[in-house]
């Protein structure tokens, strides 16, 4: 049974910045991709970033630009540096690895950004 652990959400001003991180129980390159969602307060679970086992990213439209996914396979662990940080980014954040039509969701991590 794959785990995933979410860290590093929290507090953060408008402009700020914070960088998430989703340690994996198993080899991340076993996956087919790792990756972000979100889902905002009265809203539907969206996609932040992905990373697929080549290293290929994808990005939803709202944070192209400013979030970045990043990976270090030594630690299993895949990152999310949030820059340039909106009201609109406070969500419940996610990491979810899929393997074929697998998939394995974080317990999430609460993103709040307000002055």
């Known amino acids: 049974q794959v785990q995933l652990v979410e860290s590093g959400g929290g507090l953060a001003q408008p402009g700020g910045s914070l960088r998430l991180s989703c340690s994996a129980s198993e080899n991340i390159f076993f996956f087919n991709d790792m990756g972000w969602y979100r889902r905002a307060p009265g809203k539907e679970r969206e996609l932040v970033a992905l990373?697929?086992?080549?290293?290929?990213?994808n990005y939803g439209d709202s944070v192209k630009g400013r979030f970045t996914i990043s990976r270090d396979g030594a630690k299993n662990t895949i990152y999310l540096q949030m820059n340039y940080l909106k009201s609109e980014d406070t969500a419940v954040y996610y990491c979810?690895?899929?393997?074929?039509?697998?998939?394995?969701w974080g317990q999430g991590i609460l993103v709040t950004i307000s002055s």
């Open positions: 979810r690895a899929r393997v074929a039509s697998r998939e394995t």
């Open positions: 990373i697929n086992v080549g290293g290929v990213t």
